[in-house]
């Protein structure tokens, strides 16, 4: 099925905005074309979000798709790692449940350091195994903020573990290392973390 959307098109590449109209064809773009159209409509590209911990706005994922939306947001790369310190593995199927209510693009990361830190006292533990138990699943596309850079950097068999398990599952490792240079940055960088 076709469908012809017709507006002022907004190509933020091109830094235009032209009179045009849209083939789209079972949901997916088909088409761009350049024609005068009569309509007070603009079209432009949605946002994604590429880092955002959902359960720091203090809503549920559909309830955070209902606002961001509004804003333009259509999609997100998401970390739930605060759901994850209090509620382990449960946490985190809570948000994959509750993300599927909307059609909003959730993209899930796998919790990498559940606790943060062994100084901290968190509700649950996410070691190497529930890491890799969760990267298994479709609907989790990476794993997400490796903030334990001295983990990485000294050799930690279970920081090591969740890493070697992303990747050989072809999802990426997402950095955070904020401050680290010099040799230690060029070792978490050959780690595989992007």
Same mark, same amino acid.
């Given at each position: ?33 350049? !024609?005068?159209?009569?309509? +007070? ?7 994604? /979000? ?18 961001? #939306?509004?804003?333009?947001? #259509?999609?997100?790369?998401? +970390? ?7 509620? @382990? ?19 899930? @990361?796998?919790?990498? !350091? ?8 968190? @509700? ?17 596309? !990476? ?6 850079f001295p983990g990485v950097i ?13 990747? /050989?599952? $072809?999802?990426p490792v997402d950095g955070h ?6 040799? @230690?940055? #060029?070792?978490?960088?050959?780690? $595989?973390?992007?």
């Amino acid at each position: 099925m076709k469908n012809i959307i017709r507006g002022n098109i907004v190509d933020p590449v091109s830094n235009e905005t032209f009179q045009g109209r849209l083939i789209v064809k079972n949901g997916i773009i088909e088409k761009i074309e350049r !024609c005068s159209v009569d309509s +007070d409509l603009f079209i432009l590209p949605g946002l994604v /979000d590429a880092h955002v911990h959902i359960e720091s706005s203090m809503v549920a994922p559909s309830m955070f798709a209902a606002q961001a #939306v509004m804003s333009g947001t #259509v999609a997100t790369v998401s +970390d739930p790692h605060e759901i994850a310190n209090v509620l @382990g593995v449960k946490g985190v199927e809570y948000m994959l449940a509750d993300a599927e209510k909307t059609p909003f693009k959730f993209n899930f @990361g796998v919790p990498s !350091c559940v606790p943060a830190t062994d100084l901290e006292s968190a @509700g649950a533990v996410l070691d190497s195994d529930k890491v890799h138990d969760l990267l298994k699943r479709k609907e989790m596309v !990476c794993l997400s903020e490796m903030m334990n850079f001295p983990g990485v950097i000294y050799d930690d068999s279970e920081v090591h573990k969740k890493i070697k398990y992303a990747l /050989d599952l $072809g999802k990426p490792v997402d950095g955070h290392a904020p401050g680290l240079i010099g040799e @230690g940055l #060029v070792k978490y960088a050959f780690a $595989g973390i992007t």
